[in-house]
């Protein structure tokens, strides 16, 4: 009898240490060059339309046309809010704040990833512990001559 316990891991486990953490390089597509050129391009145009630079940058060009629309009245007014300034400058600033709460979310998930690795590594800790143990009241039975019966799973 070697011990009194036979830990089982979870296949998950093997899996987890294979794997690691999830990147946003692993979510792009794989394919055919055309899907990962479009990808690349997508994620390129992505970057600089949310950015801040591209929001002052469309404020500005959004700025050239205001006194035209001031002069058409009120209705110009409010159209060139509605569709020029909030449709240009407001996506880019939108983009900005997805980009810093996916950010946050990534360090989250990075974090609760790196937490579990650190429950995995004291479980395995723990079983390496019970399997001494094990040994110990193995050796200490055998000493007294009392017969241990094995855990079934």
């Known amino acids: 009898m070697s011990s009194l316990y036979e830990h089982i891991p979870h296949p998950h486990i093997a899996n987890h240490m294979k794997r690691g953490p999830v990147k946003i390089a ?67 600033i939108i983009m900005v704040g997805q980009n810093v709460q996916s950010a946050a979310a990534d360090k989250r998930s990075e974090d609760t990833y790196l937490d579990a690795e650190a429950v995995l590594h004291e479980a395995q800790q723990i079983q390496a512990h019970l399997a001494a143990q094990d040994g110990a009241i193995m050796a200490i039975a055998s000493h007294v001559g009392v017969a241990l019966v094995p855990h079934e799973s």
């Open 26 to 92: 692993d979510q792009l597509p794989r394919g055919n060059a055309i899907e990962r050129l479009n990808a690349r391009v997508a994620v390129r145009i992505t970057k600089m339309v949310g950015s801040m630079w591209c929001a002052y940058l469309f404020a500005a060009f959004d700025l050239l046309s205001l006194p035209a629309a001031i002069k058409g009245g009120i209705s110009t007014i409010v159209a060139w809010v509605a569709q020029t300034f909030l449709q240009l400058v407001l996506l880019s």
